[in-house]
Every structure is written in structure tokens, then in C-alpha cells.
Nanobody, 126 residues
Framework: QLQLVESGGGLVQPGGSLRLSCAAS????????IGWFRQAPGKEREGVAC????????NYPDSVKGRFTISRDNAKNTVYLQMNSLKPEDTAVYYCAAYFSPTNHVMCVVAHYNYWGQGTQVTVSS
């Protein structure tokens, strides 16, 4: 079974940056769409960045567009989330997730994803 492990979370001041990593094991990510999701206390889990298996398509909600960038390195079996200009409202547990999609199509909806990491905490505070 595909296993995903997130890293790179932490405490950062408003306006700062963080880069999250999602490393996969047991299977290659080559044919999987990958998404980054977040969940703040009392809120539903939401997608913040998703990328197709080839890397050719990405999907961001308006709340992070222009600040977050998702990328993947299939040779390293790793997906990244670069987060810039962080705001206190970005505070949440961030999860990476995957679903099998050998096409260049990607959905950034929780229900599509059937493999999930354990999450990493991101706290934006002064």
C-alpha cells in the first residue's frame, strides 16, 4: 500500500515561508495525482494545491493562489508545497494525499483521494 510521510511543518511568522515535503514509499508516485490539504480546528479539510501525475496540471483555490506552489520530483518520489507570504489563517495541519490517475487530470477534492499521510502542523503566528 502506498505510504506518504509529510515533513517541513513548524512555527513561522506572518509573511514568512515554509516548504513542506511529501515522501512516498512502497510504490512509485509516477501514476498518482497528489494533493495538499489542510484542516484547522473546527473546520473541514480543504484542498490547497493539487498536481497531476505528470505535473502538467495544477489546481489551487483562490485563498492560496499566487502564494503556494506545488511541485513534484518523480525521480525522488517526493512532492513539495512551497508556501510564501504566510498568514495566520494558514495555520492548520497539512496533509498530503494521493489517488491513482495516470492521465493529466487532477481533482482537488477530498473524496477523490484514498491515500493519506499523517499530517504536519503549520502555525503562523508572531
Amino acid at each position: 500500500q502506498l505510504q506518504l510521510v509529510e515533513s517541513g511543518g513548524g512555527l513561522v511568522q506572518p509573511g514568512g515561508s515554509l516548504r513542506l515535503s511529501c515522501a512516498a514509499s512502497r510504490f512509485t508516485l509516477d501514476y498518482y495525482a497528489i494533493g495538499w490539504f489542510r484542516q484547522a480546528p473546527g473546520k473541514e479539510r480543504e484542498g490547497v494545491a493539487c498536481i497531476s501525475s505528470s505535473g502538467g496540471n495544477t489546481n489551487y483555490p483562490d485563498s492560496v493562489k499566487g502564494r503556494f506552489t506545488i511541485s513534484r520530483d518523480n525521480a525522488k518520489n517526493t512532492v513539495y508545497l512551497q508556501m510564501n507570504s504566510l498568514k495566520p489563517e494558514d495555520t492548520a495541519v497539512y496533509y498530503c494525499a494521493a489517488y491513482f490517475s495516470p492521465t493529466n487530470h487532477v481533482m482537488c477534492v477530498v473524496a477523490h483521494y484514498n491515500y493519506w499521510g499523517q499530517g504536519t502542523q503549520v502555525t503562523v503566528s508572531s
